[in-house]
């Protein structure tokens, strides 16, 4: 079988015209558990040709993942029809102002790691076991989920481009609960398999889950310890809200205006920085931008906002992409940063951003997250799986799940303390193509956290 560049290569023969194609082999591995028993096992392996054409500006595109000739061809084919058939019933060219040049080349990474692709069970099969142990422990039941995969992937355009990048990653998500249905949460995100601690995430789950009778919060605001699950959950929303380049052009972002003045907190630095420590880090983009750092929130001041092609086409003035297209040609949603990282501050943990709250809530994570208004970075859901009542600066009795709607540039505006080491948030359980990506974000106090149900 060839190699994936090997397969882009051949596919991008079969296209007339401008064009791309994108090769993405996964090989993965799923081990699903529940009541302290394994309930499933999936392995994949599979590779999927893309092929993208442009024509006078419009796009089309077609997959398959047949490699023979014949199915390439008539895949070509399928995407030369739709970009024709879009410029055909447009009144002029389209918004694609074409491929972008191979770069010089791209910086290695360390995303990928050599155990984690052999895409072995034995690790995933200790790590249920060890969640087993503890959950028995603690006269607990345990359900959730484990997984490793390997993506390998290798884009060639008619514009010169040849790029080729490997990543892995693994996830573990852990929750632990009693007969009475409380449960306690806990998941790790990482590019080694060898970094996911199994035994440690059980029992910070088992430690959310209390004897007291959780109590009932009335509606209101109240000052806020947001664990940095509950923080990263946040930021994923804000990165496609605010600093989404196509929506900023189309003056829909939530930073319309906004760039250059201060939208939060001093203490607040947000980049998108793809070969920090902990992140999931890739050598490039969708159209083989290379990936690199970016300032978006500098000391609370808005920075900038992130482009594939198209949208810096759009924004004009000079505008070029940043590296973020999310699919071959550019997400008709526009582009989103990947590797969003908010830097920590000086609190040891969340006992001592709990501290100075005299009556309050600590929130383990977020739920349901839904956007009531995008420009204001408006949303809504529910905090799950380990809520408690802070009291006289402890974080005391449990309470039952509340439903909040929030802004999130509001949180980050009235943050008075972040935790001193950030940690890697995702969500790591994929359908569809496997996309390993996260938020690194540590936990953090803020004022006047609007509960409302």
């Known amino acids: 079988m060839n190699g994936p560049l090997e397969l882009s290569e051949r596919a991008l023969a079969f296209l007339q015209g401008e064009g791309q194609a994108t090769v993405t082999r996964e090989r993965s591995l799923l081990l699903r558990y529940a009541s302290s028993a394994p309930t499933q096992a999936t392995e994949l392996d599979d590779t999927s040709i893309h092929l993208l054409s442009l024509r006078n500006g419009h796009v089309g595109a077609a997959t398959t993942n047949v490699s023979t ?39 290695a990474h360390d995303g990928y790691d050599p155990v984690t692709a052999r895409i072995d069970p034995a690790p995933g099969g200790a790590a249920l076991q060890a969640a087993f142990d503890v959950a028995a422990e603690h006269g607990l039941e345990a359900f959730g989920a484990w997984t490793s995969g390997a993506v390998e992937t290798a884009l060639t355009s008619t514009a010169g481009m040849h790029a080729v990048d490997r990543v892995t990653d693994a996830y573990l998500k852990t929750i632990l609960r009693d007969a009475r249905g409380r449960t306690g949460w806990d998941a790790q995100s990482a590019a080694k398999v060898g970094d996911l601690d199994a035994t440690a995430g059980a029992r910070r789950a088992a430690a959310k889950v209390t004897p007291e009778e ?30 989404n380049g196509q929506a900023h052009a189309e003056g829909r972002g939530a930073l319309e205006g906004r760039l250059g003045t201060r939208v939060a907190a001093p203490a607040i630095n947000l980049s998108d920085s793809p070969r920090y420590a902990r992140t999931l880090p890739r050598a490039f983009d969708f159209e083989g931008v290379p990936k690199a750092p970016i300032p978006l929130i500098q000391d609370g001041v808005a920075h900038r906002v992130v482009h594939d092609t198209r949208s810096a086409a759009l924004a004009g003035g000079g505008a070029r992409s940043t590296g973020h297209a ?8 526009g582009p989103t940063p990947t590797n969003l990282v908010l830097v920590g501050g000086g609190a040891a943990d969340v006992a001592e951003l709990a501290a100075p709250v005299e009556r309050g809530i600590y929130v383990t994570r977020l739920w349901y997250l839904n956007v009531v208004h995008p420009q204001q970075t408006l949303l809504t859901g529910t905090t799950r799986d380990g809520t408690f009542l802070i009291e006289d600066g402890r974080i005391a009795r449990p309470l039952r799940d509340v439903r909040f709607t929030d802004s999130v540039l509001r949180l980050l505006e009235t943050t008075e303390a972040l935790s001193a080491t950030p940690r890697l948030t995702s969500e790591g359980e994929y359908y569809g193509r496997r996309f390993a990506w996260g938020t690194v974000a540590p936990a953090l106090r803020a004022q006047g956290f609007r509960v409302t149900g």
């Open 214 to 243: 959780p109590t009932v919060l009335p509606p209101g605001e109240y000052p806020v310890v947001l664990d940095a699950d509950a923080v990263g959950g946040l930021l994923e929303f804000l990165g496609s809200l605010a600093f």
């Open 326 to 333: 999310i699919t071959p040609g550019g997400d008709h949603h």
């Open 69 to 107: 000739d014949e199915a390439l061809r008539n895949a070509a084919r399928r995407a030369m029809a739709a970009a024709e058939a879009a410029a055909r019933a447009a009144a002029g060219p389209g918004d694609h102002p074409g491929l972008p040049a191979p770069p010089e080349g791209y910086r």
